[in-house]
């Protein structure tokens, strides 16, 4: 992974995402959108075309159009397969631990030529850090292309090392104050590639010469105390525990009595013997 997340702020990570689990996505998505002839000998480049032609005149806005695509993943369990991925699970946990959960709410990200701004498109966003929209410094963000042309235009820039400024002065989601010299990152991740970033890291998006399709997912250990607004208001689901965790759950309460998985007659327990 080279460098280490807390010096870098990002870590990306090739092919982490199994080919077959990205074509079932992009496959259920496919037929979603349309009575798509299923065939799994379509190549990347047959799905894309499907996914161009449906949106290059898409009228509503973007994040209805998201929205029932992510409501369906969800449904099939596509986003905790998406987590659990060998290489994805392994670098996050490395990070966070374990105790792991996710915004389960709409995470996709539609961008679309000429609608390159963020008054155009919601989801087209210019620098920012997700703590302005309430994540905890705590959790973490991923990135990957779901459906793009190709990995050189179109997906986001970071500003390097931001994630060490601390909370960067903003007013209207725009950075009012910025270093006068600064480097920037894009990434260009291939479909099956994966940035892991800090909610620090100043980023946003590149404009696109055509359509792209991405999620975002937001991750947190829910064993951290907080008092962000994410960890509170919004809704989490949990893909996976710590084996302490676990012991936890076994047991059943907060007392960690072993009694309540134990069938036990209490007039044989010293000091609760009945007398007549």
């Known amino acids: 992974m080279g460098k ?94 374990k105790d792991l959960a996710y915004i389960n709410e709409p995470s996709f990200n539609l961008n679309l030529p000429n609608k390159d701004s963020p ?33 050189c235009q179109g997906q986001l820039e970071l500003m390097a090392e931001s994630h060490k400024w601390g909370h960067i002065p903003h007013r209207n989601r725009a950075p009012i104050e910025l270093p006068k010299k600064y480097k920037t990152i894009k990434p260009n991740l291939e479909c099956r590639d994966i940035i892991i970033f800090s909610t ?36 989490w689901k949990i893909f996976s525990y710590s084996d302490l965790t676990k012991i936890e759950k076994i047991l059943g309460n907060h007392y960690l009595s072993p009694y309540r998985v134990v069938d036990l007659n209490t007039d044989l327990i010293p000091g609760t013997v009945r007398k007549n």
């Not at 190549?43 to 992510?70: H, T």
């Not at 919601?122 to 963000?141: C, M, P, R, T, V």
């Open 119 to 151: 008054k155009k498109n919601y989801l087209f966003k210019d620098w920012h850090q997700e703590i302005w929209s309430g994540a905890s410094i705590s959790n973490i963000q991923i990135w990957t292309p779901i459906f793009q042309k190709d990995s």
């Open 200 to 235: 620090l890291m100043l980023h946003r998006s590149v404009p696109a010469k055509y359509p792209r399709l991405s999620i975002t997912l937001q991750i947190k250990n829910f064993k951290y105390k907080t008092h962000s607004f994410l960890n509170e208001n919004v809704n």
């Open 4 to 97: 280490s997340f807390s010096d870098e702020g990002y870590l990306i990570i090739k092919n982490a995402i199994s080919r077959k689990l990205l074509v079932h996505i992009q496959e259920e998505i496919s037929n979603y959108l349309d009575d798509f002839n299923h065939n799994k000998n379509k190549d990347k480049k047959a799905y894309y075309d499907f996914f161009f032609n449906k949106v290059k005149s898409l009228k509503g806005s973007e994040y209805e159009f998201q929205k029932p695509i992510w409501e369906l993943l969800s449904y099939k369990g596509l986003i905790d397969k998406f987590l659990l991925e060998k290489k994805i699970y392994a670098a996050v946990t490395d990070v966070l631990g």
